[in-house]
């Protein structure tokens, strides 16, 4: 009776979660699959931003430790986390030695770790973290032509096949805040709402085209698929 709750940082990975990723992981065997905004508005520095990794870890252990017969993820933008030595996530400022691969996997244990010093490992046992490297449109990009139909963009394709043939996977686009995944869909299409087409557009894309493209969100799945 495997239950999850995914700690996600903004409406775009809600929806994703409750669209695309839930129905997956009821296939395998979770009886319960949702999502939940970390952070208080209140606790935010901005709207639109992520709170400090306090207020995330004081709601991951809320809840692991009010219900053991739950598991707990995260989907949150390794770009976007606090750095700070008040409200900076675990291992954000240690990594940049790191190749991009290895940055959100150093991440992910420095916050497991975290939550161990911090509580206990029974709680942290029931804790898997994911941290995307550079938003959940990154994903998109695994097949450019599904992405760009379901956009209603066919014609599209060339301009968004360019932009994943210039990196090595979709999970390592990026290069500043104006040039990230979500920013480059809205500069070919003005009118891009995230949560939305977004959303149409990682149906379209299937979630096994994503896996074989991005092997860090392969191997979270696969960390989650082998609880049930």
């Known amino acids: 009776m495997a239950r999850l709750l995914v700690h996600v940082e903004g409406q775009t990975e809600e929806e994703f979660v409750n669209s695309v990723v839930a129905p997956h992981l009821y296939e395998v065997g979770f009886t319960s699959v949702s999502a939940r905004l970390v952070g208080a508005a209140r606790s935010r520095k901005r709207r639109g931003g992520i709170c400090g990794w306090p207020t995330a870890r004081y709601e991951i252990f809320k809840h692991l430790s009010g219900d053991f017969g739950t598991y707990s993820t995260t989907i949150v933008d390794f770009y976007a986390l606090p750095a700070g030595d008040e409200d900076g996530w675990p291992g954000r400022n240690?990594?940049?030695?790191?190749s991009v691969a290895l940055k959100a996997k150093h991440v992910e244990?420095?916050?497991k770790a975290d939550l161990t010093a911090q509580h206990t490992t029974n709680i942290s046992s029931r804790f898997v973290p994911y941290v995307a490297m550079h938003e959940f449109e990154a994903l998109l990009f695994s097949h450019p032509e599904r992405m760009a139909s379901?956009?209603?963009r066919p014609d599209l394709t060339p301009r968004f096949q360019e932009i994943r043939d210039g990196y090595e996977t979709?999970?390592?686009?990026?290069?500043?805040?104006?040039t990230a995944p979500s920013k480059r869909i809205l500069t070919i299409i003005p009118g891009y709402q995230k949560i939305l087409y977004g959303n149409i557009a990682a149906?379209?894309?299937t979630l096994e085209t994503m896996r074989e493209n991005c092997l860090g969100f392969d191997r979270w799945l696969s960390s989650l698929e082998a609880i049930p």
């Open 94 to 98: 240690t990594c940049g030695h790191l």
């Open 109 to 111: 244990q420095s916050m």
């Open 150 to 152: 379901a956009f209603g």
């Open 170 to 178: 979709p999970e390592h686009i990026n290069d500043s805040p104006v």
């Open 203 to 205: 149906i379209d894309v």
